[in-house]
Protein backbone atom coordinates (compact mmCIF):
# COMPACT_ATOMS: atom_id res chain seq x y z
CA UNK A 1 0.00 0.00 0.00
CA UNK A 2 1.42 3.32 -0.39
CA UNK A 3 -1.21 5.54 2.15
CA UNK A 4 -1.23 9.33 1.73
CA UNK A 5 -0.31 10.68 5.46
CA UNK A 6 -0.41 14.30 6.50
CA UNK A 7 -0.04 15.24 10.02
CA UNK A 8 -2.57 17.83 10.94
CA UNK A 9 -1.75 18.34 14.37
CA UNK A 10 1.01 17.13 17.03
CA UNK A 11 2.36 17.95 20.20
CA UNK A 12 4.24 15.74 22.50
CA UNK A 13 1.04 13.52 23.65
CA UNK A 14 -0.85 13.18 20.78
CA UNK A 15 -0.52 12.75 16.70
CA UNK A 16 -3.71 13.43 14.60
CA UNK A 17 -3.14 12.79 11.12
CA UNK A 18 -5.31 12.16 8.13
CA UNK A 19 -4.92 8.51 6.02
CA UNK A 20 -5.92 8.30 2.16
CA UNK A 21 -5.36 5.19 1.34
CA UNK A 22 -4.23 3.37 -2.08
CA UNK A 23 -6.04 2.15 -3.71
CA UNK A 24 -8.80 5.23 -3.52
CA UNK A 25 -11.70 2.91 -3.22
CA UNK A 26 -10.85 2.64 0.42
CA UNK A 27 -12.36 5.23 2.50
CA UNK A 28 -9.90 8.47 3.95
CA UNK A 29 -9.97 8.09 7.59
CA UNK A 30 -8.57 10.44 10.73
CA UNK A 31 -6.23 8.41 13.03
CA UNK A 32 -5.70 9.78 16.97
CA UNK A 33 -2.12 8.31 17.96
CA UNK A 34 -3.17 8.40 21.90
CA UNK A 35 -0.16 8.31 24.26
CA UNK A 36 0.69 4.52 25.95
CA UNK A 37 0.51 5.65 29.27
CA UNK A 38 -1.96 7.93 30.78
CA UNK A 39 -1.80 11.41 31.27
CA UNK A 40 -2.26 12.54 34.96
CA UNK A 41 -2.83 16.52 35.91
CA UNK A 42 -3.38 18.32 39.10
CA UNK A 43 -6.42 19.59 39.60
CA UNK A 44 -5.09 23.02 39.58
CA UNK A 45 -2.96 22.62 36.04
CA UNK A 46 -6.15 20.42 34.36
CA UNK A 47 -7.64 23.33 32.74
CA UNK A 48 -4.32 24.47 31.39
CA UNK A 49 -4.21 21.22 30.06
CA UNK A 50 -7.35 20.48 28.71
CA UNK A 51 -7.21 24.01 27.23
CA UNK A 52 -3.96 22.68 25.06
CA UNK A 53 -5.66 19.39 23.60
CA UNK A 54 -8.88 21.34 22.46
CA UNK A 55 -6.54 23.73 20.53
CA UNK A 56 -4.67 20.83 19.28
CA UNK A 57 -8.03 19.41 17.78
CA UNK A 58 -9.14 22.40 16.82
CA UNK A 59 -5.72 22.80 14.77
CA UNK A 60 -6.44 19.90 13.26
CA UNK A 61 -9.87 20.44 12.27
CA UNK A 62 -9.03 23.55 10.41
CA UNK A 63 -5.94 22.74 8.94
CA UNK A 64 -8.35 19.56 7.48
CA UNK A 65 -10.89 21.66 6.45
CA UNK A 66 -8.17 23.57 4.56
CA UNK A 67 -7.42 20.16 2.69
CA UNK A 68 -11.06 19.63 1.91
CA UNK A 69 -10.97 23.45 0.26
CA UNK A 70 -7.88 22.20 -2.23
CA UNK A 71 -9.52 18.96 -2.96
CA UNK A 72 -11.90 16.83 -2.67
CA UNK A 73 -11.81 14.31 0.12
Known sequence: ??????VL???DELTIVLV???PVDM???IIIHWP???TVSSPLGFPEFAS???KLFAG???NL???????RL
Not at 1 to 6: A, E, I, R, S
Not at 65 to 71: F, G, H, L, Y
Open 52 to 54: GVV
Open 65 to 71: ASIKARR
Open 27 to 29: PNS
Open 9 to 11: AAD
Open 36 to 38: SEP
Open 20 to 22: EPE
Open 1 to 6: MNDKLT
Open 60 to 62: AST
